[in-house]
């Protein structure tokens, strides 16, 4: 055949140690096969510690990382002899930033590869639920798309365009057994959940929604679904989440932007696990910034006592709060995640030359004593710089605000310090970037809570602006803001590829 076979390298993790404590070696078509690439001849060998596999053609080689890899279709058992054709969903990134899809067409891949890559059994029963479903048309159809074109910086169709729809085809979902969604108005997630995904929830129907989306649009979905009306025979909705936000705060703390398929690989061979989520009670008068802050609209429905809002990423007061706010008007938007930074400069050294605000409020934490009953503890400091409770580890990428959360455990943590010095804040910002070092400073407070009541006492509306997952409530004069993670109700999974 004349194709030169690869140095095969010692694979110090395939050596493992049998009951006897006796070396035992794999058998070698774990981790090294003679198979086809593209329908060409080639050896493949997989490196489970470097997580790639190397392709040794007649005259040519390629090396494909897992972290490339959306996941890998073995071939069906129909019995028949001879090698099973496999296929790698495979996505490039190339230099101007653009994706490149292929479906490899492969044989003989080994087993390691096929292990560490294959789609989930969750994945494989939806298509072959489609298959059998002649296209997904009528009352049988359960897979939706959902393209938010406002995200981040607008790349969610291309993306579409490019891969999730031929990923999708190589895979057996074919186009016309799932239904699209784009968005066309900031409203056009809350609407579409609203109107197809909770009613069919509401009869029993299993769904499963992935959104091309920042964290808001899986907060639109928490807040649709947490504030409607449930039925008994309410089916939770999976979602998976393609990660096309600036933050994507959920995604960067649930793992799954930790490969290049932004979240794909997660649909494709994740567990669907519940979501955790939290509840903001603001006081009457309070109101939801839109528009910039142009304009606003009632938290609360006309005739009740209070409005809630839901999360599933964080609630803050102070230094966060405010600088999700001032950095949320399109000029900022247009600096990408930077924006959150230059707001927090302009806050801590206003270009007018005045002193940075020292928010005054009084605090109250809401813990379990050991034995497991609820206590309050009231903060002893009424002068506040930062107030920030949060459900996930990472608000970016490299902002590793609560460094002990793991994802989806469903913890609530308080990040706050007082009126502190700007150069202060500035060092423990800095720290936050640093693996969330700032925990470990003596000025910065972390714990565990179940909740968290603030009562400001701040005459200008500005200073009582709290943040509820990126959307902005101002607090009326002399309100109030009760906090709580939601510890019975469980309204949505996502889908995650952890470790078990
Ligand atoms: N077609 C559209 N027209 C107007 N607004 C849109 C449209 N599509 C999406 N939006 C809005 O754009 C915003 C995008 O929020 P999303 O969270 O998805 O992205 P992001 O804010 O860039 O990321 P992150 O929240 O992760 O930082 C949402 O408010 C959404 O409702």
């Not at 006309?302 to 600088?323: F, I």
Request: net charge negative; aromatic share 8%; with cysteine.
């Amino acid at each position: 055949m004349g194709f030169a076979l690869p140095t095969l390298r010692q694979h110090s993790t395939m050596v493992t140690m049998d009951s006897s404590m006796r070396m035992s070696v794999p058998p070698k078509e774990d981790y090294h096969n003679e198979g086809t690439v593209r329908g060409k001849i080639a050896s493949l060998t997989y490196d489970t510690v470097e997580r790639s596999l190397s392709i040794q053609g007649d005259s040519w080689h390629e090396t494909i990382l897992d972290r490339n890899v959306i996941a890998v279709i073995d071939g069906r058992e129909d019995g028949k002899p001879g090698p099973k054709n496999q296929q790698i969903l495979l996505l490039s990134k190339l230099p101007d930033s653009h994706y490149k899809f292929e479906g490899v067409q492969v044989t003989s891949l080994p087993q390691s590869f096929i292990d560490a890559n294959v789609v989930s059994p969750r994945f494989a029963q939806m298509v072959s639920y489609r298959s059998i479903s002649k296209g997904g048309g009528g009352s049988v159809s359960s897979l939706y798309v959902v393209i938010s074109i406002g995200s981040g910086t607008g790349e969610a169709q291309e993306f579409f365009d490019n891969v999730v729809k031929p990923a999708f085809t190589a895979s057996g979902i074919h186009p016309f057994s799932y239904y699209v969604h784009t968005t066309d108005s900031n409203k056009s997630i809350a609407r579409f959940i609203s109107a197809v995904i909770l009613p069919r929830a509401n009869e029993g129907v299993s769904q499963t929604v992935l959104l091309l989306s920042g964290d808001g649009g899986v907060i639109d979905t928490v807040n649709v679904l947490l504030s409607s009306t449930r039925s008994r025979q309410y089916v939770k909705p999976v979602i998976g989440l393609v990660t096309m936000g600036t933050g994507n705060a959920l995604a960067n703390s649930t793992g799954l932007n930790s490969d290049l398929t932004r979240g794909l690989r997660h649909f494709y061979r994740g567990r669907a696990r519940p979501l955790p989520t939290l509840t903001a009670i603001f006081s009457p008068d309070s109101e939801i910034l839109l528009d910039e802050g142009r304009t606003a609209e009632p938290v609360a429905p006309p005739t009740a006592d209070a409005g809630e809002m839901y999360g599933a990423v964080v609630c803050s007061w102070a230094l966060h709060a405010s600088l999700v706010a001032d950095s949320d008007t399109a000029e900022y938007r247009k600096f990408g995640s930077q924006r959150f930074q230059m707001a927090a400069k302009e806050l801590l050294s206003p270009s007018d030359g005045s002193a940075p605000h020292v928010y005054k409020g009084q605090i109250i934490l809401f813990k379990l004593d050991e034995n497991g009953h609820e206590i309050r503890q009231a903060l002893n400091a009424q002068e506040h710089g930062y107030i920030l409770a949060t459900l996930v580890s990472n608000l970016e990428e490299k902002l590793a605000i609560s460094p002990h959360s793991k994802p989806l455990d469903g913890q609530l943590r308080l990040v706050h310090f007082g009126a502190i010095p700007s150069e202060e804040v500035m060092k423990i910002l800095g720290l936050a970037f640093q693996g969330g070092a700032h925990v470990d400073d003596e000025a910065v407070g972390y714990e565990n809570i179940e909740g968290i009541r603030i009562d400001f006492d701040e005459p200008d509306g500005r200073w009582r602006r709290v943040c509820v997952d990126g959307k902005i409530v101002r607090v009326g004069q002399s309100g109030w803001v009760e906090v709580r993670k939601n510890t019975s109700v469980d309204v949505l999974d996502i889908v995650a590829d952890l470790e078990p």
